[in-house]
């Protein structure tokens, strides 16, 4: 497929996906009480802390994996 073409899908879904965000925001703010709200995006927030810190974590181990397997090649 050719970057520019990957691209302009993926700005594409990247503006979907904020108009989506923002109809979701607008359902739940007629939904939900404020504190509810901002207990959900505490939530929200600290669940991607944690998975950020997974991937991070995942990313280091695997790459140490592949750097010890490179060493024990020669």
């Known amino acids: 497929m050719n970057s520019k073409l990957k691209a302009g899908i993926f700005t ?3 503006g979907a996906v ?3 965000v923002a109809f979701a925001l ?3 703010a007629t939904t939900m009480t ?3 709200f901002v207990i959900g995006l505490a939530v929200m ?3 991607a802390c944690l998975y950020t810190i997974y991937s ?3 990313s280091h ?3 140490k994996d592949h750097l010890k397997s490179q060493v024990d090649k020669k």
Do not use: D, K, S
């Open 56 to 58: 991070v974590l995942l």
């Open 12 to 14: 594409t879904g990247f």
């Open 18 to 20: 904020c108009v989506a």
């Open 26 to 28: 607008q359902y739940l």
């Open 61 to 63: 181990f695997i790459y």
């Open 45 to 47: 927030g600290i669940t």
């Open 34 to 36: 404020p504190e509810q």
